[in-house]
């Protein structure tokens, strides 16, 4: 990116993550959208919601959600009704690819002022009847579930992507005990992170019904991480191959609910407004190949990114891998020969969870908390995502 200019991250917000019809199921991907861009938002004293030139919002299971979800999740953040508000769809990497049209849009001169993230509610996913339209003439019909079908479903193999993620355990040799002793540990990370308070700064907290006649309860944590059960994880069945297969429920990311956002900045207004960045964006990177192997396409976006960033590997001090299953973590480290203790140092999304459309702003953001936390420099984050694509980014924190 040398001599372009220069784009700040601001601030950073996220909800906590909510497990597949847990905690934060009564509220909509617009709603758990609009109460991240409000925090970050409300992170930078220097400007008001008006101020917010544009908005790059990631969702994937957008049905039902009704006309432009981005453009809600603007206006009910408060933002003004000026601002223009458009969607991304790149299935998981969805809401880091916004953060990067977010950062093209600045360093074009359309905007100096944006807010990029991304919403999931995957628990209000509907199921779908697809011959209502025409009707249904003669015999039984079925019921099409949104959330498997438009999240995670191969579109060409039509097979579930959990068998992506076998065929890259063959692929690499990555046995069921190394994706178990994988998940543990992240299980841990992200246990021993929440409860030193390491995730507070980053999250928002979200109020929601108590039920009649009780006070709203206030959600603060992530909900997954406390339910580790070492045991049983390692006596699950595997779901997608059960005779021989190594991915079970267990060593996957779970079905979530949750929204990040970001303030990104150009360089002439951080100045003018005397704001203190958080982060400065280095580089970016897109890639892609054979759909059925998308679990390894971040060890394509991840050195593409790197280079744009005009950096080295060696520059690098922690990496956010976003952890579809155990084996993506494994298989990326494994072919970027990465060191594993600079991977995901606070546990990924196999405890954290996976909102499909706000893991790749959810990483970001992590990130900006790990280089700040563990005083490193310069942080990567890479994510695939089904069709077999991948995105990642480069930042240099400056906390």
């Known amino acids: 990116m040398s001599g372009l200019p220069p784009v700040y991250i601001v601030s950073a917000a996220r909800t906590p993550v909510g497990s597949f019809l847990g905690t934060l199921s009564s509220l909509s991907a617009t709603q758990l959208g609009s ?81 990029a993230g991304g919403t999931e509610s995957m628990s209000n996913a509907p199921h779908y009847l697809p011959v209502l339209r025409n009707g249904a003439k003669f015999g039984d019909q079925s019921l099409v579930d949104g959330m498997l079908k438009d999240g995670l479903t191969d579109a060409y193999k039509k097979e579930h992507m959990g ?60 909900e997954e991480v406390k339910n580790l059960n070492i045991d049983k994880l390692k006596t699950v069945r595997p779901v997608f191959k059960p005779k021989d297969g ?27 407004l005397g704001v203190t960045p958080i982060a400065k964006i280095l580089g970016w990177g897109d890639a892609a190949r054979e759909p059925e192997r998308f679990t390894v396409a971040p060890a394509l976006a991840i050195p593409k990114a790197i280079k744009h960033a005009g950096i080295s590997a060696n520059d690098v001090d922690y990496y956010e891998i976003n952890e579809a299953f155990s084996v ?33 702003a959810r990483i970001v953001t992590t990130l900006t908390t790990v280089l700040r936390e563990k005083k490193g420099k310069i942080g990567v984050a890479g994510i695939c995502n089904g069709g077999g694509g991948a995105s990642a980014i480069v930042i240099e924190s400056l906390q």
């Open 35 to 115: 109460i991240a861009i409000k925090a970050a938002v409300e992170r930078v004293p220097q400007i008001k919601p008006e101020d917010v030139e544009e908005v790059f919002f990631g969702n994937v299971l957008s049905a039902n959600l009704g006309q432009a979800p981005a453009r809600q999740c603007a206006l009910g953040a408060g933002l003004s009704n000026t601002v223009p508000a458009t969607g991304v769809n790149k299935v998981c990497a969805s809401g880091m690819k916004a953060i990067i049209l977010g950062a093209q849009t600045i360093i074009t001169g359309n905007a100096s002022i944006v807010v």
């Open 163 to 222: 068998l992506s993620a076998e065929l890259c355990s063959d692929d690499h040799g990555l046995s069921r005990e190394d994706q178990d002793t994988y998940a543990i540990a992240t299980y841990q990370r992200a246990q021993e992170a929440t409860a030193a308070g390491i995730f507070s700064k980053e999250i928002v907290p979200v109020e929601v019904s108590g039920g009649r006649g009780k006070p709203p309860i206030k959600i603060t944590t992530d």
């Open 246 to 272: 190594t991915v079970t429920a267990a060593n996957a990311a779970p079905l979530n609910d949750g929204a990040a956002a970001l303030v990104l900045m150009s360089e002439a207004k951080v100045k003018e």
């Open 328 to 360: 993506v973590a494994l298989a990326n480290i494994k072919l970027l020969s990465l060191a594993p203790e600079t991977v995901n140092v606070y546990g990924g999304s196999v405890a954290i969870g996976h909102p499909l459309g706000c893991s790749g």
